[in-house]
């Protein structure tokens, strides 16, 4: 059973940071791209940023300079690191797994961007 659990978020004045992490069962982790994404109120969930098994990184334009996933495969866990934080990033954050033709999120963490 594939589980994905969010942590992190929390209230911070802008300019500030955050650093988010996605804990996952199961050993299927180190094998798939793994991603965060964000859902403002009365706006579609976009993506943030991704990562692949191997590593590679896409970032989201808004975001892009600011925020900087990673991921330890040894202990299944993405991180997001979120700097320079502005208002506008003001959302729930989900990680989300795609895996055998299945999508996988969790329950999202609030982040609040506010002075």
């Known amino acids: 059973q594939v589980q994905l659990v969010e942590s992190g978020g929390g209230l911070v004045q802008p300019g500030g940071s955050l650093r988010l992490s996605c804990a996952a069962s199961g050993s299927f982790f180190r094998f798939v791209t793994v991603a965060w994404y964000r859902q403002a109120p009365g706006k579609q969930r976009e993506l943030v940023a991704g990562?692949?098994?191997?590593?590679?990184?896409n970032y989201a334009d808004s975001v892009k300079g600011r925020f900087t996933i990673s991921r330890d495969n040894a202990k299944n866990i993405m991180y997001l690191q979120m700097n320079s934080l502005k208002p506008e990033d003001t959302a729930v954050y989900y990680c989300h797994a795609h895996l055998m033709a299945s999508d996988y999120w969790g329950q999202g963490t609030q982040v609040t961007v506010s002075s």
């Open positions: 990562i692949s098994s191997s590593g590679t990184t």
